[in-house]
């Protein structure tokens, strides 16, 4: 367990903290929070600065936007700001508030408080955690003489999260935890995966009565999407997905999920291997089953199946593309295992997979289809051009008409099969093709 002049070392090596710790001094009460703090303990590296502000947020961040040379994005609504410089977030503030949820599942309605409520609020104890950033803020400032590393620093810790993080466990701070915002099923799946943590026993019995209840239906689409995709995001995500079907998540979403850890995994090397998009991909693992098997037994898919998986992937919100993407890829990806098990020319491997989404082809990989083929396309194929347009054809004194589009489209077949090689022939085997077809 480090002492407090060790975590004043780790806090004061942050990238930027020389700076953002004077800037704190001589205001309201400033208190770094939640993830950072959690990280900080366990010797990793912070993804976020969140700093918690028992005062006037829109100072603190003014002050702080100056020190870094950078502005501010305010949020009045929600009494948050944050400091940008150099085009990144730098720090997140919040003011100190509590919360109250008018019903299950609702938005919580908040208003401000002290830092005791405000670590209430949390969803586990091992993020209920805070570090009084008074003192070394004050030495950072020149205030008492001492240097960062030297000033005293103060955990708050008033629901146990360190010894939580000790025991490597993930506990909510209240029976109603998951009632309240079933989207911490989703968030303790992640970061019981992501820290190699256990859930709590109360927890745990917690969480699968939540799921038993239909506590996910009470949450809009979308804020499931922003946790699931958070989820598959992780380099964890497939022990997180394990989580997921041992507590019913899956099912709880929506029935003919299949949260296979292995297939998550195998399609996250999928889309690392075919440029995909990791957590896209890994969702269209999660619903190939049905949506593939749709497709197969010529069923329309995804769209004939609007009152199902199809329908509950819809529900999520996602942007149109990367909607269709996991459905196309979900639908098709089983059809294309077994297409790329026959012998294949390259043009017809080209036509095969050409404006397929790369989450298809990083599907099919995790499916077992050959990935000599797929990387081939990837790699070399898909990238292959004529260096000849229809101008070059209409030049050579033919009229304009779709023949010369199918004329072009042969030719670069013959050229992905080795026919044609150099710009000359493909003007002249062009020319054949198209003076034949007339």
């Known amino acids: 367990m480090i002492d407090e002049r060790e975590l004043s070392g780790r806090l004061w090596a942050l990238r930027g903290m020389e700076r953002v710790l004077p800037a704190l001094g001589g205001g309201p009460r400033c208190y770094l929070v939640g993830g950072a703090v959690r990280d900080l303990l366990l010797g990793r590296e912070p993804v976020d600065i969140d700093i918690a502000v028992e005062g006037d947020v829109d100072a603190v961040a003014a002050r702080l936007a100056e020190a870094l040379a950078g502005e501010v994005k305010a949020h009045e609504r929600f009494g948050t700001a944050t400091v940008v410089a150099g085009g990144v977030d730098v720090v997140n503030l919040a003011r100190t508030r509590r919360e109250r949820y008018p019903a299950p599942g609702a938005l919580p309605e908040v208003e401000p408080a002290d830092l005791a409520e405000d670590l209430t609020r949390r969803d586990f104890t091992v993020n209920a955690l805070a570090l009084d950033l008074g003192a070394l803020a004050a030495a950072a400032g020149g205030g008492t003489g001492r240097s960062g590393t030297e000033a005293g620093i103060v955990l708050v810790d008033p629901h146990r999260g360190r010894g939580d993080l000790d025991r490597g466990l993930i506990r909510v701070l209240h029976p109603a935890s998951f009632s309240d915002d079933p989207t911490r099923l989703l968030r303790a799946a992640r970061y019981a995966a992501r820290l190699g943590f256990t859930l709590e026993a109360d927890t745990e019995r917690w969480a699968r009565a939540a799921v038993a209840g239909d506590a996910l ?130 043009s017809q491997l080209r036509a095969l997979l050409d404006g397929e989404p790369r989450e298809a082809l990083a599907l099919a990989l995790a499916l077992g289809a050959p990935a000599e083929q797929i990387l081939d396309f990837v790699s070399r194929l898909s990238t292959v051009r004529l260096e000849i347009t229809g101008t070059d054809l209409l030049a050579a004194g033919l009229p304009e008409s779709p023949v010369l589009g199918q004329a072009l489209a042969a030719t670069l077949a013959r050229k992905l099969d080795g026919e044609v090689d150099g710009r000359d022939d493909e003007l002249r085997v062009a020319l054949e093709i198209a003076r034949e077809s007339t």
Do not use: C, F, N, Q
Request: proline share 8%.
């Open 217 to 346: 239906k009470t949450v809009s689409g979308p804020r499931i999407r922003d946790e699931l995709i958070d989820l598959l995001a992780e380099d964890e995500a497939p022990r997180a997905v394990e989580l997921l079907r041992d507590l019913g998540i899956d099912h709880a979403l929506h029935p003919d999920l299949r949260a296979d850890p292995e297939r998550v995994a195998s399609a996250k090397l999928g889309a690392a291997e075919t440029g995909a998009g990791p957590a896209l991909a890994a969702l269209a693992a999660l619903a190939t089953d049905r949506l593939g098997g749709l497709a197969s037994s010529g069923t329309p898919a995804p769209d004939g199946d609007r009152d199902g998986l199809a329908a509950s992937i819809d529900r999520l919100g996602l942007p149109s593309g990367d909607r269709d993407a996991v459905l196309r890829a979900a639908a098709r990806a089983p059809e294309l295992v077994e297409a790329l098990r026959r012998e294949l020319r390259p």
